[in-house]
């Protein structure tokens, strides 16, 4: 249960060489944060063979899970208390903290650890101007799986993710957290936004009677604009449906762009199927509009599906699932009259 004292020397020709490589594919992500953390969390399992990985940033007495990997995957938005959690620990010191077994040290939430299946992790500080803001997090199923040379590894990923950090929140924590949750492309919420709060919207809604909705949509023919068009088409055509669908929701709905050329809204009034109904044509008679850049009419429009929370399922995962099958098969139906139709 003891922590690593520390780095004291740089890891083996190999391991740099991996390091640098990881460091390339992280730059290649360009400056939106959001990205640059999922990008983190990638390389920071693969280079340490975890098998999973966060980027925790720290928000008022908690701490949230703002991008993950590999086992993680699916607690993206994951809400710990600093006061009995091993990374509230490590940014309360600014000290790099190891569990070898998460059953036996009194330092971790253990209920947490038991969830993600992390018997062993590895937390390494987040530095923001001397103030630790957040940590990277690997974990494994196995019990002492870290080495000193992972630590070594690890350490400098996070400086790599801290220089981001110190470029994007130059001023003040409140715009860290803003560039955090916010896609640089569109302005809307990101994907790590989206499931923080679809979190939690279920854990509030199952104590209250309040039914929402998860809309999932899924733009059409993103890739012939890229290649017919060029890139600048398909940014343009992006910004141009992420600006129509965040004018058909409700001003209280959270709009997102789940990543790509996906996206989703947690609708607050989506009550019943009727209502889901409703916001799909609504959404419908938006995007498909034309569309126009330079002159040329770019083919434009999008598949959506839906569920609603509690009447299709109160878990939040399952939600999700049940609007991605809805949507791939409004998708597949208008695939299907289209080619019968040429």
């Known amino acids: 249960m003891s922590d690593f004292s520390g780095c004291k020397l740089l890891p083996h020709s190999s391991r740099m060489l991996e390091i640098i490589k990881a460091q390339s594919e992280i730059s ?15 390389q920071a399992q693969l280079l340490v063979n975890a098998d999973g990985a966060t980027v925790e940033l720290a928000e008022g007495d908690e701490m949230v899970y703002r991008a993950v990997s590999g086992s993680l995957s699916a607690y993206l938005g994951l809400r710990l208390k600093k006061g009995t959690s091993l990374s509230g620990m490590c940014v309360g010191s600014c000290a790099i903290m190891y569990c ?19 018997v062993s992790m590895l937390v390494i500080p987040l530095k923001h ?25 690890l350490s400098l990923i996070a400086d790599t993710l801290g220089s981001s950090i110190h470029y994007a ?3 003040s924590a409140d715009e860290l957290l803003k560039k955090a949750t916010t896609d640089f492309m569109t302005g809307l919420s990101n994907r790590a936004a989206f499931y923080d709060e679809l979190r939690r919207k279920v854990t509030f809604s199952r104590r209250s009677p309040l039914n929402f909705g998860v809309v999932v949509l899924d733009m059409d023919g993103l890739k012939y604009i890229n290649d017919t068009f060029g890139h600048m088409a398909g940014d343009a055509a992006i910004n141009e449906f992420a600006f129509r669908i965040r004018s058909a929701s409700g001003e209280t709905d959270t709009v997102a762009r ?3 050329d996906e996206f989703g809204i947690i609708g607050a009034n989506l009550k019943n199927k009727t209502d889901g109904d409703i916001l799909a044509d609504r959404l419908y008679a938006e995007i498909e509009k034309p569309f126009s850049f330079e002159n040329s009419i770019l083919p434009f429009g999008g598949s959506i599906g839906y569920a609603v929370f509690p009447q299709d399922s109160d878990d939040m995962q399952t939600l999700i699932d049940i609007a991605d099958k809805a949507m791939y098969k409004i998708k597949k139906e208008r695939k299907a009259r289209k080619a019968a139709s040429l």
């Open 258 to 260: 789940l990543g790509g």
């Open 169 to 171: 929140s130059r001023n």
């Open 129 to 153: 101007e001397e103030e630790c803001v957040g940590v990277l997090k690997v974990t494994s199923s196995a019990s002492d799986f870290f080495t000193e040379d992972d630590l070594c590894v």
């Open 100 to 118: 070898k077994d998460s059953s036996c040290d009194e330092r971790v939430d253990r209920d947490a650890c038991l969830k993600v299946g992390a």
């Open 28 to 42: 290649k992500v360009g400056p939106d944060l959001g990205s640059i953390m999922n990008a983190v969390c990638e």
